[in-house]
């Protein structure tokens, strides 16, 4: 449990910081700000040791709506820890509290940071989606019906804000993929009415098992019912995580076949629900979506979008991907593996490079010499096609596989 106490103008959040500390830092927050306006909120973070997305993305819509409501500053001390102080920058959780000192951070690793959106069109929601689809192919192992599975679910909750939520500040998201279980994990939160209003029920704990329940909606005219409930099935059977936290209930899938509901100690004025989904279950998504007792496949995917040609072939665009990843090692490591994810379901790629002049070698490395290294000679040349090679390419791909088959599979230095 982590220490939260209130010292006047200031809320003093220490050492190790989890999900059911939430409602006391709610609770903190209102009763230093309450209905006041223009005041200054100190935010005192300097002596916390261990924070994670699933507490801190649902304090921002919070903090978000006084600031914009009730003119509230949030001054914010960041932890002293250095990765932790590193972890507020690169996930916007400093950005969002105090954008007058910190500007967005745009480049991460490992994750996607904190995001806004109001579901207008405007401000991407498409897009945040895709940049966590391309976080998940570029770092984990996924199949491309397990990446599907992840886009439907990260989309119907996102959906749910503006058609439901009325959040006077929009949607915050972020998501993490973790290596080490193969698992990615979203939480999308609001500062709307909540799931029981929005339903017109008064019991929050019901109304969230009724959410979660196929079919049930707030209007049958419009909508299917089945948005949380498809994506409490894939989290579910995938051995994921799933929670949700509305106003006066909490709903947690506890283990396998468990779920449970209780109310908190202090009202989530929102909505927030946190979906961590396992990408190992093959067969997953026939068995998660099925409405009505008819499996549903979501027609178009990511996949489709970003890499099938007219004629069905995959092409990776290498000219979209020079600024970003050309650069190094680490660009390279992921481009290998959006490619060994895709030749999972698919007999061939072509790398096109057209308006590519150039990248560096250890990019070469990485990605030519290495999936070479481990496809073998022939499986590289019959399911890595290339097009639009000119001479410089050619050389530097040439060099990366005679030396990378010199040196087979080791390491190499990081840099
Ligand atoms: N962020 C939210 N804020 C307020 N209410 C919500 C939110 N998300 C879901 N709800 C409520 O939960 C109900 C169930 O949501 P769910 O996504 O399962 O179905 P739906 O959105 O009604 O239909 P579908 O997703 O199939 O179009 C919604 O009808 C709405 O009343
Ligand atoms: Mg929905």
């Known amino acids: 449990m982590g220490t939260i106490e209130r010292k006047g103008n200031s809320i003093l959040v220490a050492d190790g910081v989890f999900p059911d500390d939430l409602p006391r830092l709610c609770a903190a927050l209102h009763r230093a700000i309450g209905r006041e306006e223009d005041l200054q909120i100190g935010l005192d973070f300097s002596e916390c040791t261990a924070l994670f997305?699933?507490?801190?993305?649902?304090?921002?819509?919070?903090?978000?709506?006084?600031?914009?409501?009730?003119?509230?500053?949030?001054?914010?001390?960041?932890?002293?820890?250095?990765?932790?102080?590193?972890?507020?920058?690169?996930?916007?959780?400093?950005?969002?509290?105090?954008?007058?000192?910190?500007p967005p951070n745009r480049h991460s690793q490992g994750h996607m940071p904190a995001l806004r959106f109001h579901g207008d069109g405007e401000d991407g929601q498409e897009a945040i989606l895709e940049r966590v689809l391309e976080l998940i192919l570029g770092t984990l192992d996924t199949s491309r019906d397990m990446l599907k599975a992840v886009e439907w679910s990260l989309g119907e909750i996102m959906d749910n804000v503006p058609m439901h939520a009325e959040s006077p500040v929009g949607g915050f998201v972020q998501a993490t993929a973790y290596t080490g279980s193969n698992s990615v994990e979203f939480v999308v939160a609001d500062a709307g009415i909540g799931i029981a209003a929005s339903m017109g029920q008064d019991d929050d704990q019901a109304a969230l098992r009724d959410a979660i329940t196929e079919g049930v909606t707030r209007d049958r005219e419009r909508n299917a019912g089945n948005g949380l409930f498809g994506s409490y099935q894939v989290a579910a059977l995938s051995g994921g995580e799933f929670e949700i936290r509305s106003n006066r209930g909490v709903l947690r899938r506890v283990g396998a076949g468990g779920l449970r509901t209780w109310s908190p100690p202090a009202p989530y004025?929102?909505?927030?629900?946190?979906?961590?989904?396992?990408?190992?279950?093959?067969?997953?998504?026939?068995?998660?979506?099925?409405?009505?007792?008819?499996?549903?496949?979501?027609?178009?995917?990511?996949?489709?979008?970003?890499?099938?040609?007219?004629?069905?072939?995959?092409?990776?665009?290498?000219?979209?991907?020079?600024?970003?990843?050309?650069g190094s090692r680490k660009g390279g490591r992921?481009?290998?593996?959006?490619?060994?994810?895709?030749?999972?379901?698919?007999?061939?790629?072509?790398?096109?490079?057209?308006?590519?002049?150039?990248?560096?070698?250890?990019?070469?490395?990485e990605v030519f010499g290495r999936l070479f290294v481990?496809?073998?000679?022939?499986?590289?040349m019959t399911r890595i096609r290339m097009r639009n090679v000119d001479p410089t390419v050619e050389g530097l791909i040439d060099r990366a596989i005679v030396q990378r088959t010199r040196l087979g599979s080791q390491e190499t230095d990081q840099e």
Request: proline share 7%.
């Open 53 to 102: 997305q699933s507490t801190m993305l649902p304090v921002i819509p919070l903090v978000v709506r006084y600031r914009e409501m009730q003119r509230i500053t949030f001054v914010l001390r960041p932890p002293v820890d250095r990765d932790l102080g590193r972890l507020f920058l690169n996930t916007n959780w400093a950005h969002h509290i105090d954008p007058g000192n910190h």
């Open 269 to 326: 004025l929102g909505t927030s629900v946190r979906c961590k989904i396992g990408l190992d279950e093959s067969g997953l998504l026939e068995r998660a979506l099925r409405f009505r007792g008819k499996p549903h496949d979501p027609p178009h995917d990511f996949v489709e979008r970003a890499f099938e040609n007219d004629s069905g072939l995959l092409v990776m665009k290498m000219a979209d991907r020079a600024s970003s990843h050309f």
């Open 334 to 365: 992921h481009i290998r593996r959006v490619v060994e994810n895709l030749l999972r379901d698919h007999p061939a790629i072509v790398f096109d490079f057209k308006g590519v002049g150039v990248f560096t070698s250890s990019f070469a490395d």
């Open 374 to 380: 481990s496809m073998g000679p022939r499986a590289f």
